[in-house]
């Protein structure tokens, strides 16, 4: 086979497998380069890209090439020169067709539901994999796949948005769906007891077939609304109807909330949204630009990707606030435009003061080695384990390349990082020890 022709049949099974945001964002422009009876290579248009194919992609990608050319072939990315020509471009002309989704003006608006928070709007990353997973499980078998799904991440993760993408999905297929904050709850209680409708109050609520929560943590010290919620809870569970739930911090986190309920909670699935990492904070801007019909350069999505790192809510606010300043001014958004308007904005990032050395320690310390023996060349495999999640953190937390890990590391070869890196990443949503172990890691660095 011809080296496009390979290409483009690689590329169709990637976009089977992979969001689409982060398709069009990492491999519309690339490219089969040419291939031998070693290697394949694949072309990016940028080193920024290449780095980001060899982290997140290298093992997909060898995965479907070998199947279409039959050949055990390593894969090996480069720069393509002088960009992609009209050529290469036929390579992903020939578009799959858009999942349909549902259509929110297609079903009673009584759901609560804000039209723009759906599965497809929803950037996929490292950082959100597992509860993206989980989220989209409830929405195809509620009741039956995880009952309660409890989701908890920092203010501004994506937790409402997969709470809302939940209840599309169910509301598009008939079944009785409610979205409601705590607060929402707490007040709607409230009312019904001073207009004497508390059992209107309690049909409304315990005869939904998906019942979607968010911010659960501000039900605390409010006991009366803590003991409806408690009981409408233990109704919907009970007659197999869905709950889904939201927190600022994990069910034992919430002190303040009876254990009875707290324990309810851990009944179904807990799943954790984590910061989003360099390369999904740089799909969701240019998810959010290509949705707001804004053209903005690379070096921009980058250079914002890159200074505001905690919230979703504040970069896409970055991003909004150069959008206006470029239209209400008429002039164009440009790197330095950009780099004063974060001047002013921008937070701080914790990571910041975090260099490689306190991650290998930190590994090292939490399976009980030496730091030391991480970058020997022992081979045991607790030796081996503890050093492919230093490589993984190093690569996912400190978005360092596969180039400079295995120099920290003594030397390794790039491809013997990617190799680790690759296999926790892989793993780390099916293994739910391997989870907690880089769960607790994480919370005892980033605490």
């Not at 169709?12 to 290579?41: C, H, I, N, S």
């Not at 435009?337 to 990032?349: G, Y």
């Not at 050395?357 to 991480?374: D, Q």
Request: with cysteine.
């Amino acid at each position: 086979m011809q080296t496009k022709e390979v290409w483009k049949a690689v590329l169709g099974e990637l976009q089977l497998q992979v969001p689409k945001p982060m398709f069009e964002t990492w491999l519309k422009r690339t490219a089969g380069v040419g291939y031998d009876e070693e290697v394949f290579v694949v072309g990016a248009p940028t080193p920024f890209a290449v780095e980001w194919l060899e982290r997140r992609m290298y093992h997909a990608i060898q995965t479907i090439v070998q199947k279409v050319t039959k050949m055990p072939l390593e894969v090996r990315f480069q720069v393509l020169g002088g960009g992609v020509n009209d050529d290469e471009r036929e390579v992903w002309q020939d578009q799959a067709p858009e999942a349909a989704g549902p259509k929110p003006e297609d079903y009673a608006t009584g759901s609560n539901l804000n039209r723009r928070y759906t599965f497809d709007s929803f950037v996929i990353g490292a950082s959100n994999q597992f509860a993206f997973n989980a989220a989209r499980a409830v929405a195809e078998s509620p009741g039956e796949a995880y009952n309660p799904l409890f989701l908890y991440s920092g203010v501004g993760l994506g937790k409402t948005h997969l709470l809302q993408a939940i209840g599309h999905v169910c509301a598009s297929r008939g079944r009785s769906t409610r979205y409601v904050t705590s607060e929402q709850f707490t007040n709607e209680f409230i009312t019904s007891i001073g207009t004497r409708t508390t059992e209107d109050f309690r049909r409304r609520y315990r005869s939904l077939e998906v019942l979607l929560v968010d911010d659960v943590q501000f039900l605390s010290g409010k006991e009366q609304t803590h003991e409806s919620f408690f009981h409408t809870f233990n109704d919907l569970h009970t007659s197999g109807n869905q709950v889904v739930i939201s927190s600022d911090r994990p069910p034992h986190g919430l002190t303040r909330l009876e254990d009875r309920l707290r324990s309810r909670f851990q009944w179904g699935l807990t799943a954790d949204i984590q910061i989003p990492d360099l390369e999904t904070r740089m799909a969701i801007l240019a998810s959010k630009s290509e949705h707001l019909g804004v053209q903005v350069d690379d070096s921009v999505i980058e250079l914002i990707a890159k200074r505001v790192r905690q919230s979703v809510r504040d970069l896409e606010g970055s991003l909004n606030r150069m959008i206006a300043e470029s239209q209400l001014m008429n002039v164009p958004i440009t790197v330095q435009s950009a780099a004063r308007i974060l001047d002013d904005s921008a937070p701080e990032d914790v990571r910041q003061s975090i260099d490689p050395r306190e991650i290998l320690e930190a590994v090292a310390g939490h399976y009980g080695l030496e730091a030391e023996s991480l970058i020997a060349r022992g081979r045991t495999k607790k030796v081996s384990r503890a050093r492919q999640v230093a490589m993984y953190m190093l690569i996912y937390e400190l978005n360092m390349t596969p180039t400079q890990v295995g120099r920290f590391l003594g030397g390794r070869d790039h491809s013997t990082i990617i190799h680790g890196a690759g296999k926790i990443n892989g793993e780390i949503n099916e293994d739910m020890q391997l989870r907690q172990e880089v769960m607790d890691i994480k919370e005892d660095m980033f605490a």
